[in-house]
């Protein structure tokens, strides 16, 4: 398993519903999981891997690692805030995107265990990130046509360094 990266047109597709949880969703979750620890991220979307499933992972500071398979984002607060966010998939560019400051989320878990969760703060963010990822979505699509061309000349300058 690796992470894709920008150009790579798996990015832009739609994720499709998981049908079936087995012991390969556990492991999947797992490897994902551990993918997201070693790039640094605070979340990983099964697109970001090759993986057309809705499924994604997040561990931000102060929580556990958390398993998000076929999300569905149930109300999202009308507050909005700005705050700046890159991606695994963007590697070193990062630009500010307004969303919304809190959201309520309905998943399962890896092992097929249904949950409700709300959240705030960055939590709130990265769920709402790496939703994105399953709707074919990158953060740089969120970004003003101005802004968005700044941090595609930043990546690429950056791609050109390393």
């Not at 070193?92 to 092992?111: D, H, S």
Request: proline letters at 4%.
């Amino acid at each position: 398993m690796e992470i894709l990266l920008l150009g790579n047109e798996t990015l832009k597709e739609k994720a499709h519903p998981v049908k079936r949880f087995t012991v390969e969703t556990v492991k999947i979750a797992e490897e994902m999981i551990d993918l997201m620890h070693a790039g640094k991220g605070v979340g990983l979307a099964g697109p970001q891997v090759g993986l057309m499933e809705r499924i994604f992972v997040t561990h931000v500071d102060g929580d556990t690692p958390r398993v998000f398979i076929n999300p569905s984002i149930l109300e999202t607060s009308e507050k909005t805030v700005s705050y700046e966010e890159g991606c695994l998939s963007i590697p070193g560019v990062y630009a500010e995107v307004t969303r919304p400051e809190k959201i309520k989320v309905q998943a399962w878990n890896e092992r097929g265990k249904a949950f409700t969760i709300e959240a705030d703060g960055i939590l709130a963010r990265v769920m709402l990130h790496e939703y994105d990822h399953l709707e074919g979505t990158l953060f740089i699509d969120r970004l003003s046509e101005p802004a968005r061309s700044r941090v595609l000349a930043k990546y690429e300058k950056k791609k050109r360094v390393s």
